[in-house]
T-cell receptor
Framework: AQTVTQSQPEMSVQEAETVTLSCTYD???????LFWYKQPPSRQMILVIR??????QNATENRFSVNFQKAAKSFSLKISDSQLGDAAMYFC?????????FGKGTRLHILP | DGGITQSPKYLFRKEGQNVTLSCEQN?????MYWYRQDPGQGLRLIYY???????QKGDIAEGYSVSREKKESFPLTVTSAQKNPTAFYLC??????????????FGQGTRLTVV
């Protein structure tokens, strides 16, 4: 069975600094998708970034980028120039076929 | 506007009663999902459906039931067999097939409290 592991329950970063959130996954599939979602206090789930497993190039979205290491089954999220609005729960997610599973999340605190 | 609507936002029920959570989408998505969120547990998959009249159990299906009679609707029933039903429930939908837009779109969630 596929699993997604986020080993950092909480992290803190100084405003304007860079932080990296870790995610590893376990699968025997070769074709899948990976995502990072943000959940602010409103609890609305917001897509941050997606990565197709067949693409070697790491995805980027403005201040957000990923380090996708397929052989190591690792998918970390880097947030550059952290802002107060980045404070939230961040979830790593894996999709293969019709099933989408999530990790337990990392709570990110931004220190002013 | 296209989106996913969950209702109600807050729901209170007495122990031993079944309760149904509503989820409707007008995004024309084939796949729909139900997740349960508890503190420190992330999102755990309860059930998912890829096509009308078909659905699959997720990781924590015990004590829950679903139906998919229409493409737009995927209601979740929390039965009295669910030992600890108090939680935040999230419904999601997505397209299927090979596409860049394969992410799940989420509703606002329903907070269920059983007393």
């Amino acid at each position: 069975a596929q699993t997604v592991t986020q080993s950092q329950p909480e992290m803190s970063v100084q405003e304007a600094e860079t932080v990296t959130l870790s995610c590893t996954y376990d699968t025997s599939e070769s074709d899948y998708y990976l995502f990072w979602y943000k959940q602010p206090p409103s609890r609305q789930m917001i897509l941050v970034i997606r990565q197709e497993a067949y693409k070697q190039q790491n995805a980027t979205e403005n201040r957000f980028s990923v380090n996708f290491q397929k052989a190591a089954k690792s998918f970390s999220l880097k947030i550059s120039d952290s802002q107060l609005g980045d404070a939230a729960m961040y979830f790593c997610a894996y999709r293969s076929g019709g099933k989408i599973i999530f990790g337990k999340g990392t709570r990110l605190h931004i220190l002013p | 506007d296209g989106g996913i609507t969950q209702s109600p936002k807050y729901l209170f029920r007495k122990e031993g009663q079944n309760v149904t959570l509503s989820c409707e989408q007008n995004l024309n998505h084939d796949a729909m999902y139900w997740y349960r969120q508890d503190p420190g547990q992330g999102l755990r998959l309860i059930y998912y459906s890829q096509i009308v009249n078909d659905f699959q159990k997720g990781d924590i299906a015990e004590g829950y039931s679903v139906s998919r009679e229409k493409k737009e609707s995927f209601p979740l029933t929390v039965t009295s067999a669910q030992k600890n039903p108090t939680a935040f429930y999230l419904c999601a939908s997505s397209i299927l097939g090979d596409s860049q837009n394969t992410e799940a779109f989420f509703g606002q969630g329903t907070r269920l409290t059983v007393v």
